[in-house]
């Protein structure tokens, strides 16, 4: 019988008990209770608004908090990655990106952290990612909301770097000079 029905409802409306599904998950996650279908929520499409424990699609950020979605287990609003996007504390940072701006009382109060396309010339937080080909420069102690930034820009024959900064492929430190990134020590990166 059960079947029957399901064919039934296929035919009738178009739909399956999954694209319904998908669909009172993210009712759940966005006001917090159920919709057409009753029971457990569970993982909506890529993006839009999920319960806790739903993988983040690949290219996309968490951008938003509901502390009452998800039936009170607090939900995330999933968006496609852009320049110039506040995000959430704990959301993934997309590979090309990195963090420009801290809020400490953004995304409901968990916290947000603004992402921006790596560029020369750029300072990030403490913590964010050095995309490839680019380099640390300087550092700001008070910079990107008291946390510390770091200044990236694209490796070039003859850039003072910071410490821990990468060494692209085909450079190589040579002299040092103490007073260098802002009192933290320089390396001269010059082409191997």
Same mark, same amino acid.
């Given at each position: 019988m059960g079947a029957v029905a399901l064919v039934s409802a296929v035919i009738l409306t178009g739909t399956t008990t999954a694209t319904a599904a998908t669909a009172d998950a993210t009712t759940i996650a966005a006001t917090g209770t159920a919709g057409t279908v009753a029971g457990p929520s569970r993982p909506a499409a890529a993006g839009g608004w999920t319960c806790p424990g739903t993988p983040v699609p690949s290219g996309y950020v968490i951008t938003m908090f509901n502390r009452s979605g998800c039936n009170g287990a607090g939900s995330w609003l999933q968006e496609p990655v852009r320049d110039g996007i506040w995000t959430c504390s704990g959301s993934p940072i997309v590979s090309g990106y990195v963090i420009t701006n801290h809020n400490t009382s953004g995304c409901s109060g968990v916290g947000a952290w603004y992402h921006q396309l790596a560029r020369d010339g750029i300072w990030t937080c403490s913590g964010s990612p050095i995309v490839s080909g680019y380099v640390i420069t300087n550092h700001n102690t008070g910079g990107c909301g008291g946390i510390g930034a770091w200044y990236h820009q694209l490796v070039r024959n003859g =850039?003072?770097?910071?410490?821990? *900064?990468? =060494?692209?492929?085909?450079?190589? *430190?040579?002299?040092?000079?103490?007073?260098?990134?802002?009192?933290?020590g320089a390396w001269l990166t010059v082409r191997a």
């Amino acid at each position: 019988m059960g079947a029957v029905a399901l064919v039934s409802a296929v035919i009738l409306t178009g739909t399956t008990t999954a694209t319904a599904a998908t669909a009172d998950a993210t009712t759940i996650a966005a006001t917090g209770t159920a919709g057409t279908v009753a029971g457990p929520s569970r993982p909506a499409a890529a993006g839009g608004w999920t319960c806790p424990g739903t993988p983040v699609p690949s290219g996309y950020v968490i951008t938003m908090f509901n502390r009452s979605g998800c039936n009170g287990a607090g939900s995330w609003l999933q968006e496609p990655v852009r320049d110039g996007i506040w995000t959430c504390s704990g959301s993934p940072i997309v590979s090309g990106y990195v963090i420009t701006n801290h809020n400490t009382s953004g995304c409901s109060g968990v916290g947000a952290w603004y992402h921006q396309l790596a560029r020369d010339g750029i300072w990030t937080c403490s913590g964010s990612p050095i995309v490839s080909g680019y380099v640390i420069t300087n550092h700001n102690t008070g910079g990107c909301g008291g946390i510390g930034a770091w200044y990236h820009q694209l490796v070039r024959n003859g =850039i003072w770097t910071c410490p821990y *900064s990468p =060494i692209p492929a085909g450079y190589r *430190s040579t002299t040092y000079n103490a007073t260098g990134c802002s009192g933290l020590g320089a390396w001269l990166t010059v082409r191997a």
